[in-house]
């Protein structure tokens, strides 16, 4: 796709297992000729409609049981929202460019959306966000990064409307899990609390099963006190043994996602990175989080720009891109080739609908 403010590039990219490889689309953005917008559904400033989900579910801590059915009726009733939400907004802005996901919000812990200059409620249950955390804003049209504070109003004003993002790259330096990251009170690793199956691939117990419960709640615990469990968790990341939740010890592979990266060249040029569940045969699609930045530099080289910053936005299933064709918002869903970007098997990737999105408009 060519459009004179937005340029949507799109290649394959193999990570260093060469036979795990994907489809990757890069959105440049310029912001001279585009403004931005992130829109979350009105319904999400109540406190009482997002209470009702359990962010225990992605992190892998509940059984089958009426709490697990409410927490996925409460999840589709998150996206109905978002649906109304994009809908009612192409109808106001029918010169609408591109609509890309936008944050995790509500869904993960440690995951937080702003909108008219204040946080939005998260589900009852959640641990409130704490301390300084990088914001992608959208203030103005601009899109802008810097350290939000969430407990104090003029710092959270000042973002006006964005969301949480987690850094991969800070003034072209990459971010290392297990360090804190720079200009926040927070460490890389503790990003991924609010959906452990998307750092840690457990191998070790069935899904719903109690030894889940059990080690995901172990595992939960460290990633929360990043500081205090600094040692174990530098056992992990390594791929070593170790005993979790009295169960015996075992290793934790680092798990294989897709993601949206944003990135800021150093000449100021903002880009979207869309990387694919491309079917790529016995192994697995997408990148982990080490493997991150040989994949963000190899783009950058590939299309001539400096990666200055670069954070990760969304994971998985909200991975994707709408554009508008007669006014009605259109995924894109295969490469120019006609390959699909998804499995084969998940018919409805692109089906579910996003919660929250961020818009691009011309000036």
Same mark, same amino acid.
């Given at each position: 796709?060519? &459009?004179?403010s937005?340029?949507?590039?799109?290649?394959?990219?193999?990570t260093?297992?060469k036979?795990?490889?994907?489809?990757?689309?890069?959105?440049?953005?310029?912001?001279?000729?585009? #403004?931005?917008?992130?829109?979350?559904p009105?319904e999400?400033?109540?406190?009482?409609f997002?209470?009702g989900?359990?962010?225990?579910?992605?992190?892998?801590?509940?059984?089958?049981?009426?709490a697990?059915?409410?927490?996925?009726?409460?999840?589709k009733?998150?996206?109905?929202?978002?649906?109304?939400?994009?809908?009612?907004?192409?109808?106001?802005?029918?010169?609408t460019?591109?609509?890309?996901?936008a944050?995790? +919000?509500?869904?993960?812990?440690?995951?937080? +959306?702003?909108?008219?200059?204040?946080?939005?409620?998260?589900?009852?249950?959640?641990?409130?966000p704490?301390g300084?955390?990088?914001?992608?804003?959208?203030?103005?049209?601009?899109?802008?990064?810097?350290?939000?504070?969430?407990?104090?109003?003029?710092?959270?004003?000042?973002?006006?409307?964005?969301?949480f993002?987690a850094?991969?790259?800070?003034?072209?330096?990459?971010?290392?899990?297990? =360090?804190?990251?720079?200009?926040?009170?927070?460490? =890389?690793?503790?990003?991924? %609390?609010?959906?452990?199956?998307?750092?840690?691939?457990?191998?070790?117990?069935? =899904?719903d099963?109690?030894?889940?419960?059990?080690?995901?709640?172990?595992?939960?615990?460290? @990633? %929360?006190?990043?500081?205090?469990?600094?040692?174990? @968790?530098?056992e992990?990341?390594?791929?070593k043994?170790?005993?979790?939740a009295? /169960?015996?010890?075992?290793?934790?592979?680092?798990?294989?996602?897709?993601?949206?990266?944003?990135?800021?060249? &150093?000449?100021?040029?903002?880009?979207? @990175?869309?990387?694919?569940?491309?079917?790529?045969?016995?192994?697995?699609?997408?990148? %982990?989080?080490?493997?991150?930045?040989?994949?963000?530099?190899a783009?950058? %080289?590939?299309?001539?720009f400096?990666?200055?910053? +670069?954070? /990760?936005?969304?994971?998985?299933?909200?991975? #994707? /891109?709408?554009?508008l064709?007669d006014g009605?918002?259109?995924?894109?869903?295969?490469?120019?080739?006609?390959?699909?970007l998804?499995?084969?098997?998940?018919?409805?990737?692109?089906?579910?609908?996003?919660?929250?999105?961020?818009?691009?408009?011309?000036?």
């Amino acid at each position: 796709m060519r &459009d004179q403010s937005l340029m949507v590039y799109e290649g394959r990219y193999r990570t260093q297992n060469k036979f795990r490889q994907g489809i990757f689309h890069l959105v440049e953005i310029d912001p001279s000729m585009v #403004r931005a917008r992130f829109v979350a559904p009105p319904e999400f400033r109540s406190q009482e409609f997002v209470n009702g989900f359990s962010q225990a579910l992605p992190q892998g801590r509940m059984t089958k049981g009426p709490a697990l059915e409410m927490t996925f009726a409460k999840a589709k009733e998150f996206q109905a929202a978002g649906k109304r939400a994009l809908d009612k907004f192409l109808t106001e802005n029918p010169s609408t460019l591109l609509v890309s996901d936008a944050s995790n +919000a509500p869904f993960n812990e440690g995951h937080f +959306a702003i909108q008219d200059s204040a946080i939005l409620p998260l589900p009852e249950g959640s641990q409130p966000p704490a301390g300084k955390h990088i914001v992608l804003s959208t203030r103005f049209g601009e899109v802008n990064f810097f350290p939000v504070k969430t407990d104090s109003f003029p710092s959270v004003s000042a973002a006006a409307e964005g969301f949480f993002v987690a850094p991969v790259v800070q003034k072209f330096i990459p971010s290392d899990l297990l =360090m804190p990251i720079v200009g926040t009170d927070s460490y =890389m690793i503790s990003n991924f %609390r609010g959906h452990i199956g998307q750092i840690f691939n457990d191998s070790h117990s069935k =899904m719903d099963s109690p030894e889940r419960i059990r080690i995901h709640t172990e595992l939960l615990k460290y @990633l %929360r006190n990043p500081r205090l469990y600094a040692a174990i @968790l530098s056992e992990i990341v390594q791929g070593k043994k170790v005993d979790i939740a009295g /169960i015996g010890k075992m290793a934790f592979k680092q798990q294989v996602f897709t993601h949206t990266y944003w990135i800021r060249s &150093d000449e100021g040029t903002i880009f979207a @990175l869309k990387t694919y569940p491309f079917p790529a045969g016995k192994y697995p699609p997408g990148v %982990r989080f080490a493997e991150s930045y040989n994949l963000l530099s190899a783009v950058a %080289r590939e299309y001539g720009f400096g990666l200055e910053d +670069a954070y /990760i936005g969304t994971n998985g299933r909200d991975v #994707r /891109i709408i554009t508008l064709k007669d006014g009605q918002p259109v995924t894109i869903e295969k490469a120019t080739d006609g390959t699909p970007l998804y499995e084969a098997e998940d018919k409805n990737h692109f089906r579910r609908q996003l919660a929250n999105f961020i818009a691009f408009l011309p000036r």
